[in-house]
């Protein structure tokens, strides 16, 4: 995995209606969003979003119905063009791709799960997975090959030859994620992809995208509106409202450092201890000469683990390990304070004033 930024979105506008021209330059001259729909019969779906996408990572895009993270997707692939800016995917601008460099980008360096699955029903199943090879006029024995070992891999061997509707919905979803993986695309755009299934398939599924992704290293773009999902697959979490940006970082930052009262109100709810990681709120130090541990911890344990181990004794420190290497010092005291959500520890300051 590199650090390299594989899709960048500069200063992305989208506006519907018939003059989103004029539209945009009354955004810009500050007309919100309700305004720019009241008095100008126009709908601003995007306004000024910036991202990058960092290649081989799992970038997550979240919000509730309406934020616009839909829309934002859709225009990585130009199923949507903007009102304004760019989206440069290797440092090209797509925007300035013609209809035929276009279509090479869908087939051969993107690929796109969908929440309704959208297989074909008169299609095998290898033949739903195989589809991205045939349309791009590649033999159909191998491209059957193909697509066959990677329903193998997402656990569907033995079913190449049913039909979609001889299948579970989670299932289903299995063959799309087969299917964009037989088109070897290096980035894989996953729209609600998991947002249709019952939660303990839903959540079979994000442990095999795990799972897939550490094997991979695909560049995924994840759309969906469930924070638990999002903290979970995220390495990097943009999070939407009405069409902007209100956050965006790391998981764990963004959860410990909200920085609008949006977010604050959006993550009131999580259950921090299963959430957070030790490395989040450890103290980074490989001295460890000044302590006498309670015993080692991962730091990428969460810290329900942690509480399990040391029966709830807050007097405990821990010595915190990644590859075998001391990188930090866990007390226990730390993390109760991290389990106190931000809201709540605003409002004990304030009564201390």
Do not use: C
């Not at 945009?24 to 306004?47: D, F, I, M, N, P």
């Not at 033995?158 to 695309?185: E, K």
């Not at 969906?224 to 965006?248: F, N, P, R």
């Amino acid at each position: 995995m590199t650090d390299n930024i594989k899709i960048s979105i500069k200063n992305l506008y989208k506006i519907f209606g018939d003059d989103p021209a004029s539209a945009l330059t009354r955004v810009h001259a500050g007309v919100g969003k309700s305004a720019l729909l009241e008095e100008h019969g126009h709908v601003l779906g995007l306004q000024d979003i910036n991202v990058d996408m960092v290649d081989g990572q799992i970038t997550v895009i979240m919000g509730l119905s309406g934020s616009g993270k839909s829309t934002l997707i859709r225009h990585l692939n130009r199923l949507i063009d903007p009102t304004d800016g760019q989206v440069l995917v290797d440092g090209d601008d797509v925007m300035g791709y013609d209809q035929e460099t276009l279509r090479q980008l869908r087939r051969h360096q993107m690929s796109m799960v969908f929440q309704k699955f959208a297989l074909l029903p008169h299609r095998t199943v290898a033949e739903n997975a195989a589809m991205p090879l045939i349309v791009r006029g590649e033999d159909k024995g191998p491209a059957l090959q193909e697509a066959s070992k990677w329903l193998e891999r997402v656990g569907l061997q033995g079913n190449d030859n049913q039909h979609p509707h001889q299948l579970s919905g989670g299932m289903q979803q299995r063959v799309g994620i087969a299917r964009a993986l037989t088109s070897n695309s290096d980035i894989m755009l996953m729209d609600e992809a998991f947002s249709a299934l019952d939660p303990l398939i839903r959540t079979d599924m994000q442990d095999l995208l795990l799972e897939l992704q550490t094997e991979l290293h695909k560049t995924i773009v994840f759309i969906t509106h469930d924070l638990d999902e999002a903290l979970k697959l995220a390495d990097h979490l943009v999070i939407l409202k009405d069409g902007y940006i209100v956050q965006q970082g790391e998981p764990q930052e963004i959860l410990l450092k909200p920085n609008d009262p949006y977010i604050v109100d959006f993550i009131s709810d999580i259950n921090r201890a299963r959430v957070l990681r030790v490395r989040s709120v450890m103290h980074p130090t490989t001295d460890a000469a000044e302590h006498s541990f309670a015993g080692e911890v991962d730091g990428d344990s969460n810290l329900e683990s942690v509480i399990a181990e040391s029966g709830g004794d807050t007097n405990y420190v821990y010595r915190v390990m990644s590859n075998g290497e001391q990188i930090g010092v866990l007390d226990m005291k730390d993390l109760v304070k991290a389990l106190v959500p931000t809201s709540a520890a605003e409002d004990g300051l304030r009564g201390k004033v």
